[in-house]
């Protein structure tokens, strides 16, 4: 049984289970009580119970859908006519979408060009995309109900939504379409190796930690995410490109509509942005040696994220004052006036950050700020990611009227993980972290720029995939 | 002068086979039965649909599981062998 706009989905799932007449009975959202569509639906689902099956239900079989390696053969011309090919998707009211783009014009992937991006690697092409390493996978910002799991190395990467797998040859297509260059597709197929974004990802999103950024000339300082980088926007691009080839598409809810009604505006174009460690203040870490690497080594960090700019927003004048003379918006707010810094920018940054959301956040920070919150007193890192924390905490009677913990707690049914007792018998006084189960979900990047705010999103610490496994 | 003819390459991942399974044969009565009922999501219908399936066939053993996700919650070994049918409801 399922909602309506839920059944495209519900028959995809039958398929790749193996059940493609398993019988559903579709419901209406609309029923207030549910009373009225309880009583309509209950005699389908005893129906569907006891009608004796016809022969197509008892059909065996397999379903193998097959791709060709060769979609076209032709000029190029007619080959832009054949990648610009859309379908009709009913959830969007029958908008067109792209089959195999993410809608903008590509570069065609003529047998030549994907030969030339195979070059980028010394993996072979036939090669499947599988895990490098024995890994442990955290869900976005650390926990939640994508919770953590461990992969081997070997382990075939499967893309969401539609289960599908590929070989470095297809992930070399994709690369050319976006307009990547070979350099580039180690990192490419990091991206790939991490799920490519899949399920409600849209491509996702990501960063890039090690120096691997400074061969492939990626844009470590202002803009970005903005245009004129071919590294970051083709790149980029790509997650957008694989999650529609390699995860397919499904009209479903989840991926479309509820959670999705702008697909992910971040995401769009290609979120991908790499660290300077270069300005890191002495002592403070890497994401790759965060994240168990060394200094020297490149890793991709996948993330899904959202929320940009949340928490305070002010002018760099207002930042430089705090800090140089003890004057402006901030000095006034941490009752610092007239006093030289370093004073604590993030007790200013995160006011008010947990307010209408929950989970680990990530800031990109100007060395300047960096070096200022060292001086200060954050040694490490992990000394802010644990300050946050503290201060995200709050009593249940208030975690409660939360818009995500029905889901992120499995209906309050699952472990409160700072006590370990379930939460239904933690007292409305008790106090839970808003901020993630723990201070290491949180994510500091350094990244080149002078008095810039610092900026905020959610999303924090994932998993890492070695991009240099890929060369 | 011929146009030049390319070989352009599919984007498109590989669909793995999937073994299709016959569907498990339906009940021929709902007397004695164990039926369970798989509750996905917001309560939302389920509440009114347990209680009238409860209150008109008492005769059946209704168990039930229910996680917030899409996801159901697996039934384990033991419970596959005492059930007699499912019934899996998503209210996403």
């Known amino acids: 049984m399922n909602y309506d706009e839920e059944t495209v989905a519900m028959k995809a799932h039958m398929e790749l289970y193996g059940v493609p007449n398993m019988r559903n009975v579709v419901a209406s959202r609309n029923s207030p009580g549910g009373v009225e569509e309880a009583e309509k639906v209950m005699p389908l689902l005893l129906d569907a119970l006891t009608k004796p099956l016809t022969a197509k239900e008892k059909k065996k079989g397999k379903w193998s859908p097959e791709e060709p390696r060769i979609l076209f053969e032709g000029s190029l011309e007619e080959a832009e006519k054949i990648y610009k090919k859309t379908e009709k998707i009913p959830g969007l009211l029958n908008t067109p979408f792209a089959t195999y783009t993410d809608g903008m014009p590509v570069v065609i992937p003529t047998e030549e060009r994907v030969k030339a991006m195979l070059k980028g690697t010394s993996h072979k092409p036939d090669e499947m995309i599988t895990i490098q390493r024995d890994m442990e996978i955290r869900g976005p910002g650390g926990g939640g109900p994508g919770g953590r799991g461990m992969r081997k190395k070997g382990e075939l990467v499967v893309f969401q939504p539609m289960f599908r797998t590929a070989t470095v040859e297809q992930v070399a297509v994709n690369a050319v379409m976006a307009g990547c260059e070979p350099e580039y597709f180690p990192l490419v197929l990091a991206m790939a190796e991490s799920g490519a974004g899949g399920a409600r990802g849209n491509g996702g999103g990501g960063i890039v930690s090690g120096p691997y950024y400074k061969e492939i000339g990626m844009n470590v300082s202002y803009g970005r995410f903005g245009p004129g980088n071919p590294a970051n926007k083709t790149i980029g691009r790509v997650g957008s490109l694989l999650w529609r080839n390699l995860g397919g598409f499904k009209d479903t809810v989840t991926g479309v509509s509820v959670t999705t009604s702008y697909s992910n505006p971040m995401t769009n174009g290609g979120f991908l942005f790499a660290e300077y460690a270069e300005g890191l203040p002495k002592g403070w870490k890497g994401l790759n040696e965060e994240l168990g690497f060394k200094k020297n080594e490149n890793v991709y960090m996948p993330m899904q994220p959202s929320h940009f700019g949340l928490g305070q927003i002010h002018m760099p004048g207002v930042y430089r004052s705090l800090q140089r003379t003890g004057h402006g918006a901030i000095a006034r707010y941490l009752g610092v006036k007239g006093i030289v810094g370093p004073h604590n920018y993030i007790e200013f940054l995160i006011k008010g950050v947990f307010a209408c959301r929950e989970g680990a956040i990530t800031m990109v920070m100007p060395p300047q700020i960096a070096q200022d919150m060292y001086d200060y007193g954050f040694k490490s890192k992990s000394d802010i990611y644990e300050y946050i924390w503290k201060k995200s905490f709050e009593p249940i009677r208030d975690y409660r009227m939360r818009g995500t913990p029905d889901e992120s707690t499995n209906g309050w049914m699952g472990i409160e993980r700072t006590s370990g007792k379930h939460w239904k018998e933690l007292s409305d006084d008790y106090m839970v972290p808003t901020n993630g189960p723990s201070a290491d979900g949180n994510c500091i990047i350094v990244c080149d720029g002078q008095e810039t705010c610092t900026e905020r999103f959610g999303g924090g610490h994932g998993a890492a995939y070695s991009i240099d496994a890929w060369r | ?92």
């Open chain 2, 1 to 92: 002068m011929a146009e030049k003819v390319y070989k352009c390459l599919s984007p498109v991942g590989i669909q793995e086979a999937v073994d299709l399974v016959p569907l498990a044969p339906r009940l021929d009565t709902l007397k004695g039965k164990t039926i369970h009922l798989s509750i996905c999501g917001e309560l939302d219908i389920w509440a009114p649909l347990e209680k009238r399936f409860k209150g008109e066939f008492p005769e059946v053993n209704w168990t039930r599981k229910m996680g917030y996700t899409p996801q159901p919650v697996k039934l384990t070994e033991e419970e596959r062998k005492t059930t007699d049918a499912v019934i899996l409801g998503v209210c996403w």
